[in-house]
Structure formats: structure tokens, C-alpha cells
């Protein structure tokens, strides 16, 4: 018997592990995200293989403060989608940490309890690297859970300003997440996370405050509703968020959140709507691709010597930013097509 994945040549192995994965493998898809969390050359011909086959599933990004109770959210969802007989993967992604990879860890004897369901698959992952590593990681983990054939993709991740734009560039609804009192927290979803939020989701509804939580983060929906930007495809879609209060915990409000999730998905897809974040998702996509090329270049030895002198006299003052990206540009260009 071959083990699966037991080629040595990428392309091979990337072959049988997306196969097996899309067979319903779960330990090959295991692989399949490992190879994506290390930016592997398994993971660039996985998507080659599965990305044209995915494209059905609803990817829903969930972020929010520490502690809000995304995870704890998150295996109430998976409950209420199991009910509908739907299937559902979850992937937690951490923005700082290079090895716990840990944002559902606090939440492992709740998902246990799906560990024996083959309608559920459930993996935290690191976002390595650059600026933009957690969009893509996010968007190559979602694409490959869409591939194998999950309905629902749920992306978790901890709200730390520029990560939620990120999870944002990977879902088809991005889910803010807030839980009531968290005081100057409300200043910081103010500036980045309401404006990518397209259902807001006030948690712990059980807690004193959680209605006057709702009440001003609709005031504050409204102060700074984005005008409607017509004719514009360039310009993203206003959103105009709604406000839901749950008590992860317990359950309540979750049937209803489940339930506007699959509203906005209809309503993207009725009037094209959808379009714009599916476009703009496969600008992140392309965009981090060519920018690791361009990086991996400037830095392979035929050509690390220029690059860092032209490096150097950037930091020294001796050449502004724009000659050097000039002289670095014709410099690739030279290299190309090795
Ligand atoms: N009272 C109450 N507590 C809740 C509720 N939901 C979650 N919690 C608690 O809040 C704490 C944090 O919950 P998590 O689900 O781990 O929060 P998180 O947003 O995933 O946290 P990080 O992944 O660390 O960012 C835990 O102690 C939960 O039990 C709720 O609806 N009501
Ligand atoms: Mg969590």
C-alpha cells in the first residue's frame, strides 16, 4: 500500500494529497494546510490543482477583540450548521504567534466534540511572514477547504487592526465580533474594524451592557454610514451592517446569526454585490503571489550583491526609493524567465 503524500516530487505529492483531500481525506487535507501555513511548493500546486474547482462554499471571516468569544461563537455556529445538516470547516488563524498556531486552543474541549464528525474539520494555522501572510494563508486555506467541499468556511481571527482588513480580503462575510464593556475597544472597531464588518455581532448578551453596546455601535453605523458610491466598480460596496446581540455560551441569538450569515450570502449573490469582494479577494490572491516572486528574487544569489547595495544607499540617503525601485525593476526584468 503507497501511503498518501508519500511522493517526493511536489507536484506528485501535491496531486495525491489534493486528491485524497477531496476524496474526503481528512489527514491529507491536514497536510494540505500544513504545506499552506509553510508556504510550501506543495501548497502552490495544490491550488493549482484544486483552485478551479472551488468557488462554492460561503467563507465567513470572524474576527474581533481578545476574549470576545469568536471561538466560543464559533463552535455554537458549527452546532447550529450541523442541525441544518450543513458541513462546516473552521480555520483559526493567528496573526502574531509563529507556533502555537493556538487561537482555538482555550476552546479544545468544546471542538472535541466534533472530532469524531466527518461534517466538520477544524484547524488553527500561523500566518507567517510579511505583511499580507494572513490574507493569503487565509484565502489559500479557504480555497482548499472550499475545494473539499465544505458549504461553510469559517475563518477566525483575533482582531488586531490590520488583521480584520485581512480576514476581510479572504471571506464573502466578514463577521465583527464585540462583547460589551470593553471600553476603549470601541475606539479602535471605530477606526478599522466596523469598516469591513458586514454583520456586527455584539456577544456575551448576557452581560450588563450588552444592549447599550448595540445601541451605540448602531448610532455609530449610521454617524459614519458610507455614502453610496454609484457607477464606481473600483470602489467596494457600502456596507451597512446590522447589529445582532448572542450569548455564545448559551446559544441564543445563534440560530438568527446563522440565519443572516445566509442573507447576505443570497443578497451578494442576487444583485452581484458579491462580485466586487470576490474580484478584490483574487487581487489579494495574485498580489501576494507576484510579491513573494518579486521578493524571493531580489534576494536569490544572482542577485542579493545589487540588491543590497542598491539597499544601502537608500538607507544612506545616497539614492531616493523610487531610482532604487527603478534600477531594482529593470534589474528583474533582466532576470526573468530563468
Ligand atoms: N458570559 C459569557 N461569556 C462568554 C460568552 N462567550 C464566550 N464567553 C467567555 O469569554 C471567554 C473568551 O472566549 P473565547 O471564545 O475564547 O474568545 P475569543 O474571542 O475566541 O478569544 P481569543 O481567541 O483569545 O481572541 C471565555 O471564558 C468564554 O467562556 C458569552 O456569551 N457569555
Ligand atoms: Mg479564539
Given at each position: 500500500?503507497?501511503?498518501?503524500?508519500?511522493?517526493?516530487?511536489?507536484?506528485?505529492?501535491?496531486?495525491?494529497?489534493?486528491?485524497?483531500?477531496?476524496?474526503?481525506?481528512?489527514?491529507?487535507?491536514?497536510?494540505?494546510?500544513?504545506?499552506?501555513?509553510?508556504?510550501?511548493?506543495?501548497?502552490?500546486?495544490?491550488?493549482?490543482?484544486?483552485?478551479?474547482?472551488?468557488?462554492?462554499?460561503?467563507?465567513?471571516?470572524?474576527?474581533?477583540?481578545?476574549?470576545?468569544?469568536?471561538?466560543?461563537?464559533?463552535?455554537?455556529?458549527?452546532?447550529?450548521?450541523?442541525?441544518?445538516?450543513?458541513?462546516?470547516?473552521?480555520?483559526?488563524?493567528?496573526p502574531?504567534?509563529?507556533?502555537?498556531?493556538?487561537?482555538?486552543?482555550?476552546?479544545?474541549?468544546?471542538?472535541?466534540?466534533?472530532?469524531?464528525?466527518?461534517?466538520?474539520?477544524?484547524?488553527?494555522?500561523?500566518?507567517?511572514?510579511?505583511?499580507?501572510?494572513?490574507?493569503?494563508?487565509?484565502?489559500?486555506?479557504?480555497?482548499?477547504?472550499?475545494?473539499?467541499?465544505?458549504?461553510?468556511?469559517?475563518?477566525?481571527?483575533v482582531g488586531t487592526g490590520q488583521s480584520?482588513?485581512?480576514?476581510?480580503?479572504?471571506?464573502?462575510?466578514?463577521?465583527?465580533?464585540?462583547?460589551?464593556?470593553?471600553?476603549?475597544?470601541?475606539?479602535?472597531?471605530?477606526?478599522?474594524?466596523?469598516?469591513?464588518?458586514?454583520?456586527?455581532?455584539?456577544?456575551?448578551?448576557?452581560?450588563?451592557?450588552?444592549?447599550?453596546?448595540?445601541?451605540?455601535?448602531?448610532?455609530?453605523?449610521?454617524?459614519?454610514?458610507?455614502?453610496?458610491?454609484?457607477?464606481?466598480?473600483?470602489?467596494?460596496?457600502?456596507?451597512?451592517?446590522?447589529?445582532?446581540?448572542?450569548?455564545?455560551?448559551?446559544?441564543?441569538?445563534?440560530?438568527?446569526?446563522?440565519?443572516?450569515?445566509?442573507?447576505?450570502?443570497?443578497?451578494?449573490?442576487?444583485?452581484?454585490?458579491?462580485?466586487?469582494?470576490?474580484?478584490?479577494?483574487?487581487?489579494?490572491?495574485?498580489?501576494?503571489?507576484?510579491?513573494?516572486?518579486?521578493?524571493?528574487?531580489?534576494?536569490?544569489?544572482?542577485?542579493?550583491?545589487?540588491?543590497?547595495?542598491?539597499?544601502?544607499?537608500?538607507?544612506?540617503?545616497?539614492?531616493?526609493?523610487?531610482?532604487?525601485?527603478?534600477?531594482?525593476?529593470?534589474?528583474?526584468?533582466?532576470?526573468?524567465?530563468?
Amino acid at each position: 500500500m503507497t501511503r498518501v503524500g508519500g511522493a517526493a516530487d511536489p507536484a506528485e505529492r501535491a496531486t495525491e494529497l489534493a486528491d485524497a483531500a477531496v476524496a474526503g481525506d481528512r489527514r491529507a487535507l491536514a497536510r494540505l494546510l500544513t504545506a499552506v501555513e509553510n508556504r510550501s511548493a506543495v501548497a502552490e500546486q495544490a491550488m493549482r490543482r484544486l483552485y478551479p474547482t472551488a468557488g462554492r462554499a460561503h467563507l465567513v471571516g470572524i474576527t474581533g477583540p481578545p476574549g470576545a468569544g469568536k471561538s466560543t461563537l464559533v463552535a455554537a455556529l458549527i452546532g447550529e450548521v450541523r442541525r441544518a445538516d450543513r458541513t462546516v470547516a473552521v480555520v483559526a488563524v493567528d496573526p502574531s504567534s509563529p507556533i502555537t498556531g493556538g487561537a482555538l486552543l482555550g476552546d479544545r474541549v468544546r471542538m472535541q466534540a466534533y472530532a469524531q464528525d466527518d461534517g466538520v474539520f477544524i484547524r488553527s494555522m500561523a500566518a507567517r511572514g510579511h505583511a499580507g501572510g494572513l490574507a493569503s494563508t487565509s484565502a489559500a486555506a479557504a480555497s482548499l477547504l472550499d475545494a473539499a467541499g465544505f458549504d461553510l468556511v469559517l475563518i477566525e481571527t483575533v482582531g488586531t487592526g490590520q488583521s480584520e482588513v485581512e480576514v476581510a480580503a479572504a471571506a464573502d462575510t466578514t463577521v465583527v465580533l464585540e462583547a460589551p464593556e470593553m471600553g476603549d475597544e470601541i475606539q479602535a472597531i471605530k477606526a478599522g474594524l466596523l469598516e469591513v464588518a458586514d454583520l456586527v455581532v455584539v456577544n456575551k448578551g448576557d452581560k450588563p451592557g450588552a444592549q447599550r453596546t448595540a445601541a451605540q455601535l448602531r448610532a455609530m453605523l449610521v454617524a459614519t454610514a458610507p455614502r453610496d458610491v454609484a457607477g464606481d466598480p473600483s470602489r467596494p460596496r457600502p456596507k451597512h451592517p446590522d447589529v445582532l446581540i448572542t450569548t455564545a455560551a448559551t446559544g441564543e441569538g445563534v440560530p438568527e446569526l446563522l440565519a443572516a450569515l445566509d442573507r447576505h450570502r443570497a443578497a451578494g449573490r442576487g444583485d452581484g454585490g458579491g462580485s466586487a469582494a470576490r474580484t478584490a479577494r483574487a487581487e489579494t490572491l495574485v498580489w501576494s503571489i507576484l510579491a513573494d516572486r518579486f521578493r524571493a528574487d531580489l534576494h536569490d544569489p544572482h542577485h542579493r550583491a545589487t540588491t543590497e547595495a542598491v539597499l544601502a544607499d537608500v538607507a544612506e540617503h545616497r539614492l531616493d526609493p523610487y531610482a532604487a525601485a527603478d534600477r531594482l525593476s529593470v534589474l528583474l526584468q533582466g532576470g526573468r524567465g530563468r
